[in-house]
């Protein structure tokens, strides 16, 4: 009897248990090391974007808020206003500015602070990045590589090096954080981690409003992952990510009520119809997905290209047949595929406005290449002891290193392109040179010259958009004025009658062209269309044109048809004054006759 009760009490260990003993010991004398990852990973992306801290602004919203506008942010205790007030219209970023007036707090206008952060904030979400997909259980090694894809991928350049590109960062950090918590919540249901993903899930909301496509994101890794294991959550969930949506939209709807617009900001009028704004940004998604995979042709300020998208288009087919060939058992490969959806489209219904026809920016696919990092894990899962490394022996195998070569022509690529943000001389002439045919690009670097004081030139750039894109009609007229008030007639002239052009039966610029012809001596042009603007004064109610000597008494010019001849009128300056029916003064303008 105590014989049996001994066989009892130790029994001989089962083939099972051997196995999951065997298993737990080969995981625990895994050669890669979690922490070797994250100091190789932090020392690579600070070497490859050590040198943008010797960057200065590119002028391209950094210098208009930072140098130009600096009241937004050289209070520290603005910090908070940033959450009831906005900016400007529909740009609603309390994260971001709140950082910024930390920053400013810190070096006033020196812009090594502010690409410093940059390099820092990526840097943490490269590192968090490699955390989670540890989490999701995928091989150390094989998390490392990926994670050092995303580290030095050229594609992100525009989100480090330039420092309003931040904003996606900032977003994934608080993405990856929200979603670390929420596991761990799921598996400990400890609240802290509750308490910090929800934390996480309002800074997503208040850094960028596709912030909210976290809870989606975990909703559906609760369906797929642990629904049968504790559904209770899932449902309290649902309520807390409710209740703090709500909140941050009611806060942020009383923010824009009370927008308060930067001085002599240029209006931008929103398309209203959000199908036409997503059928013309259809190219984004293919275009990112292209750039994922082959990230050549970068620009500062990139354009839609059907070559691009149409590589984009057959890498998604290839992806999809290889997906349907290796036939993989989890369900996280539509998960993955569904988080960079849900980050791609929200842009794709909302930018498209009438002075930028597209807003396609390289940093936008910061966070939804998160989700294909995912998506690249679970492929090379099925493949894992092709890259896999687990003991020293395996390093000698040239397949375990087959992301190198990968690595380092990132790695170039993106050291090479990020030189081209180090001053607005660099970041506009690659602008335009990369993307010829954007308005957006030309106007941005007529822009720049005019900052300058270079007006010749920057009515060069704003022609040849306004060429491209009747919409920038206003930015050609005041460089016209411009031009006009430092004696440059016959450059704006050119402007004025770009503008005619584009206009035809629009008196008032008739008016600015004939002024123009005037003052270089035209005096017939002039005249004609003088005579021109009164004769089609049916639709625009001028009744007449009169030009006076500078004295404002006698006038030499009762109406632009009864004029004396031009050789007749001596040298001096005179002043147009334009009519309507009722005797008032439309239009004035003073002209000056050699």
């Not at 099972?16 to 932090?42: E, R, V």
């Not at 943490?124 to 490699?130: E, G, H, M, N």
């Amino acid at each position: 009897m105590n014989n049996q009760k001994q066989k009892i009490k130790t029994p001989h260990p089962t083939p099972i248990l051997t196995t999951k003993t065997q298993k737990n010991k080969k995981n625990t004398s895994h050669f890669f090391k979690m922490s070797y990852g994250y100091i190789l990973i932090a020392l690579v992306g600070f070497g490859l974007y050590a040198q943008t801290m010797s960057y200065g602004y590119v002028d391209f919203d950094d210098k208009w808020y930072i140098v130009d506008n600096p009241h937004y942010f050289d209070k520290l205790s603005q910090v908070y206003k940033g959450f009831i007030h906005s900016i400007t219209v529909e740009y609603y970023r309390p994260m971001l500015f709140a950082f910024f007036t930390i920053e400013y707090s810190i070096a006033k206008t020196d812009p090594f602070i502010y690409h410093f952060s940059n390099i820092l904030f990526h840097l943490i979400s490269c590192l968090l990045l490699f955390r989670f997909l540890c989490l999701l259980e995928y091989d150390r090694w094989i998390s490392f590589w990926t994670t050092l894809v995303f580290t030095v991928h050229p594609l992100f350049v525009q989100g480090i090096a330039w420092i309003f590109g931040r904003n996606d960062p900032y977003l994934a950090i608080f993405i990856l954080s929200g979603m670390i918590s929420y596991i761990q919540y799921q598996k400990t249901s400890k609240r802290a981690y509750l308490f910090l993903h929800l934390f996480c899930y309002a800074a997503c909301l208040f850094t960028k409003e596709t912030g909210a496509a976290l809870a989606v994101v975990c909703f559906f890794y609760s369906l797929l992952k642990v629904r049968k294991e504790n559904p209770i959550i899932l449902k309290n969930m649902v309520l807390f990510w409710a209740f703090i949506t709500l909140t941050w939209f009611f806060i942020r709807r009383n923010a824009l009520k009370e927008v308060t617009t930067l001085p002599h900001e240029a209006p931008v009028v929103e398309t209203n119809n959000i199908i036409d704004s997503f059928m013309s940004n259809i190219p984004f998604v293919f275009e990112s997905i292209s750039k994922l995979v082959f990230p050549f042709h970068q620009s500062v300020y990139p354009s839609y290209s059907w070559a691009t998208s149409l590589i984009g288009v057959g890498i998604s087919f290839l992806l999809l047949g290889f997906v349907l060939y290796i036939k993989p058992k989890s369900h996280t490969v539509l998960w993955a595929i569904g988080w960079m959806l849900l980050f791609l489209l929200p842009p794709m219904l909302i930018r498209s406005t009438a002075m930028n026809l597209s807003d396609y920016l390289e940093h936008r696919t910061y966070v939804p290449a998160l989700g294909f990092i995912v998506f690249l894990n679970e492929l090379i899962h099925t493949k894992k002891n092709f890259f896999a490394v687990e003991t020293k022996q395996d390093m000698l195998l040239p397949s375990k290193w087959i992301f190198l070569p990968i690595i380092c022509i990132f790695t170039s690529t993106a050291y090479i392109h990020s030189k081209h943000f180090e001053d607005g001389r660099t970041f506009w002439k690659n602008a335009t040179e990369t993307s010829p045919n954007s308005p957006a690009a030309l106007r941005g670097r007529g822009v720049w010259f005019y900052n300058l004081g270079k007006l010749d030139t920057a009515a060069m750039y704003m022609l040849q958009a306004f060429h491209l894109n009747p919409a920038e009609e206003a930015n050609i007229e005041t460089i016209g004025k411009d031009l006009e008030k430092k004696n440059k007639f016959h450059e704006a002239l050119q402007c004025y009658k770009a503008i005619l052009s584009a206009n035809p039966n629009n008196v008032m610029y008739m008016l600015n062209v004939g002024s123009m012809y005037f003052q270089i001596n035209k005096y017939d042009s002039s005249m004609y269309l003088f005579q021109k603007a009164v004769e089609t004064n049916k639709n625009q109610k001028v009744s007449s044109v009169k030009i006076y000597n500078m004295n404002g008494i006698d006038a030499i010019c009762t109406d632009a048809i009864n004029c004396p001849p031009t050789e007749t009128i001596p040298k001096g300056k005179y002043t147009i004054q334009v009519y309507g029916e009722k005797g008032e003064i439309l239009a004035r303008d003073t002209i000056l006759k050699k």
